[in-house]
């Protein structure tokens, strides 16, 4: 008999304690097409009622086996309710920011008095705590939302956040100052609704967008606070290939840094974070859970074991169109590590 529960396991991995074996979830999107039709819980209709938002996430922990509950399933809630418009997307498209509110200037700009009341923010919330008088005490929940840095170009638009960057520097360093406040009291409001770990995605500090100098410069500082003020374990997903930040990242104060199979092998990746952070990742989430075959996506997923991540996790968000068998052949590759 473990132990551990799967709470205390994928928390003591996170922590970079001993565990008896390395835990397997998705800290990143876990909706999918054939789980909304298995429950009833289909996209957009999920994003907006806690209840079917709450029954989507668990029927992924407990059909295909992953060992936390994540929800929502977009990076759009917290920009919602700063002012950013949305499209909500379709059965197997996630909501997308389409306008911007403070595309020119920061006039008016400012966390609204009633943040945590506005668009989606109570519908997660509520689903939060759904989720866990389901589940009950022993299975870990994951908030995810957007970053700091992702929040501050949906406020003003990536075009201008890139362009502020370079020439109007004190307004880049106000939006990314409003975005990285206004990220920590949604955070917050997840672990104080019940989530046990929350998972930042934050895509625009990728190298892709931002230089590693930039990141360095302005961007760091803003997440060493987001991870400092949030009252629980925390998680940095950045897409692409991010071993020109690799260092940075794992300076910013995360528990885990979840990354892509772009970086190449966890091994060297470990090499680079040290004891500074635990490596969440990284089975390809387009290219190897998404089409499959089974044996390739274990293959992949027992690579990934044996070169030292210390979570098994997809390396990027799940696509939806992802068959749940796929996601279940993750699982089986770690259970099969350890037999």
């Not at 406020?155 to 956040?161: A, G, Q, W």
């Not at 302005?218 to 987001?226: D, E, S, V």
């Not at 040290?274 to 290219?287: L, Q």
Request: hydrophobic share 45%; charged share 20%.
């Amino acid at each position: 008999m473990s132990e551990f529960t799967l709470k205390t396991r994928l928390l003591a991995a996170l922590e970079g304690k001993p565990v008896d074996k390395i835990p397997v979830c998705s800290v990143t999107q876990t909706g999918i097409v054939e789980l909304m039709d298995e429950v009833g819980a289909p996209w957009p209709e999920a994003h907006t009622n806690p209840e079917l938002m709450a029954k989507l996430a668990i029927a992924n922990h407990e059909l295909s086996g992953l060992e936390a509950v994540r929800i929502p399933y977009c990076l759009t809630v917290l920009v919602e309710a700063m002012g950013c418009e949305i499209n909500m997307g379709t059965k197997n498209r996630q909501p997308s920011v389409t306008a911007h509110p403070y595309p020119k200037d920061l006039e008016g700009a400012a966390i609204p008095a009633d943040l945590l009341q506005r668009g989606r923010i109570p519908v997660v919330l509520e689903a939060i705590k759904i989720i866990r008088e389901k589940v009950g005490p022993d299975v870990p929940i994951i908030g995810g939302m957007e970053g700091p840095i992702t929040v501050a170009s949906d406020l003003i638009s990536v075009k201008s956040f890139m362009k502020w960057s370079i020439k109007k520097i004190d307004l880049f360093e106000q939006t990314l100052d409003l975005a990285t406040e206004a990220a920590i009291m949604y955070a917050n409001a997840m672990v104080e609704a019940g989530a046990d770990i929350i998972s930042v995605a934050d895509p625009v500090a990728s190298p892709d967008l931002m230089s590693p100098d930039s990141f360095k410069q302005f961007l760091q500082a803003r997440l060493q606070k987001f991870s400092s003020s949030v009252n629980s374990v925390t998680i940095l997903h950045i897409c692409g290939n991010v071993n020109a930040i690799l260092n940075y990242m794992a300076d910013c104060g995360f528990e885990g840094l979840s990354v892509e199979e772009k970086i190449g092998s966890p091994k060297k990746a470990k090499e680079i974070i040290g004891g500074r952070a635990r490596f969440v990742g990284n089975v390809s989430s387009p290219f190897t859970l998404l089409p499959g075959p089974i044996d390739k996506i274990k293959a992949e997923a027992k690579v990934a074991l044996e070169e030292g991540v210390d979570v098994l996790a997809p390396g990027c968000g799940i696509a939806p169109m992802t068959p749940l068998e796929n996601i279940k052949a993750m699982v089986a590759a770690r259970d099969e590590f350890y037999a």
